[in-house]
């Protein structure tokens, strides 16, 4: 009988995440579903100030000027840029969930979990999240 030669596979036992992770090239669904992650994280972590900012645009005259006020003046010792910041970090984590979680759903109900189409989706879904979030902030920041 003839020995079958096979090559020892490799053996990874410590990762060192400094060496090994920088050169890990990630694929785009990847990205996707990391940045779904803390876009999911970012927005509940910020619930207190997307509900101060619901309740003060909406309860009167008043506190309507005072929430048109935290992005000219600032909040207290908050400056406004740090404000238009924050407020844009939320948009982003808003349009990317809600884009990469309806290529879950639709991922889920058509079943097409193809690789090519995990890929084509996952561009997609960065290249709208991104778009979208530069325009909304261009208008955020004034520039049109």
């Known amino acids: 009988m003839a020995e079958s030669r096979t090559t020892p596979r490799p053996e990874f036992r410590n990762i060192n995440a400094l060496r090994d992770l920088p050169s890990y090239r ?3 669904a990847g990205w ?3 940045l779904h992650r803390i ?6 972590l910020l619930l207190p100030f997307i509900v101060w900012m619901f309740d003060a645009s909406l309860s009167s005259e008043l506190s309507f ?5 935290a992005f000219t003046a600032g909040i207290g010792f908050v400056p406004a840029w740090f404000v238009k910041l924050v407020v844009l970090a939320l948009i982003w984590a808003f349009l990317h969930h809600l884009i990469a979680g309806l290529r879950h759903v639709y991922m889920d109900a058509t079943h097409s979990v193809g690789k090519a189409f995990g890929k084509s989706s996952a561009v997609v879904t960065l ?3 991104l778009g979208l979030t530069a ?3 261009a208008k955020l920041f004034g520039l049109y």
């Open 32 to 34: 996707v579903s990391i």
């Open 26 to 28: 990630l694929p785009a």
């Open 39 to 44: 876009s999911g994280l970012l927005l509940f």
């Open 127 to 129: 290249v709208l999240s």
């Open 65 to 69: 000027g005072v929430f048109a006020s």
């Open 135 to 137: 325009a909304l902030g």
